[in-house]
């Protein structure tokens, strides 16, 4: 990481959140798509289009269970 960038992320660590939200959303405007970007979305994509999921019920069930020991 450069120097700017390092002073560049120390002043947004001090802005408020909705100025810091403000910077996130610049930002998102004004990003170019990479191709690793857009590889990392496709793979994200396939994972949930292939991997098995979890319904919510079961996350619940299993936190109580851990919970409780």
Same mark, same amino acid.
């Given at each position: 990481?450069?120097?700017?960038?390092?002073?560049?992320?120390? #002043?947004?660590?001090?802005?408020?959140? $909705?100025?810091?939200?403000?910077?996130?959303?610049?930002?998102?405007?004004? @990003? &170019? %798509?990479?191709? #690793?970007?857009?590889?990392?979305?496709? $793979?994200?994509?396939?994972?949930?289009?292939?991997?098995?999921?979890?319904? @919510? &019920? %079961?996350?619940?069930?299993?936190?109580?269970?851990?919970?409780?020991?």
């Amino acid at each position: 990481m450069t120097v700017r960038a390092r002073e560049i992320i120390t #002043e947004i660590e001090g802005l408020s959140a $909705e100025d810091r939200q403000e910077v996130f959303r610049w930002l998102w405007q004004h @990003a &170019e %798509e990479t191709s #690793e970007m857009l590889a990392a979305i496709d $793979e994200g994509v396939r994972s949930l289009e292939e991997k098995p999921r979890t319904s @919510a &019920e %079961e996350v619940q069930r299993k936190v109580r269970q851990w919970a409780v020991g």
